[in-house]
């Protein structure tokens, strides 16, 4: 029997799997490109391992998923900034994977925020009960 996910979770695994995946890549191909910018591309790809981790980590429910997952996704939108400020020509695959990035890390923090309180002179409705007869 599988384990009930929210949408949400399945929505932000898969953003980090492909944001992870395409900056992996990226890193890859700046590695393999004659104006190679190596920190950069080594910064891409070990952003982008953490973040296919940090989505393995959500999908099986391990206690530091939600916190790694954030660091995961502000490590790639980093690494992205880096390498379109180091590697210029390879613009589009450092944009994409940062965009990626931050759509997970929007989505991950929607509507996980406290519930808010009611106003200060507001009334609480509740439930009136009728009182257990009194035996004497």
């Not at 992870?20 to 190596?38: D, I, K, N």
Request: proline fraction near 8%; charged fraction near 10%; aromatic fraction near 8%.
């Amino acid at each position: 029997m599988t384990a009930r996910r929210s949408e949400r979770t399945r929505v932000v695994a898969d953003l980090a799997w492909l944001a992870g995946l395409t900056q992996v890549v990226f890193g890859l191909a700046l590695l393999a490109s004659p104006e190679s910018a190596v920190v950069a591309a080594i910064l891409a790809i070990v952003a982008g391992t953490l973040a296919v981790v940090a989505g393995a980590m959500l999908l099986n429910r391990l206690p530091t998923s939600w916190t790694t997952m954030t660091f995961a996704f502000v490590l790639s939108i980093g690494a992205s900034a880096y390498a379109l400020w180091v590697a210029t020509p390879y613009w589009w695959g450092a944009a994409v994977s940062g965009i990626l990035a931050l759509a997970g890390l929007i989505i991950e923090w929607t509507d996980r925020g406290p519930r808010p309180s009611p106003a200060p002179g507001a009334s609480v409705r509740r439930s009136r009960r009728p009182h257990p007869p009194s035996h004497p």
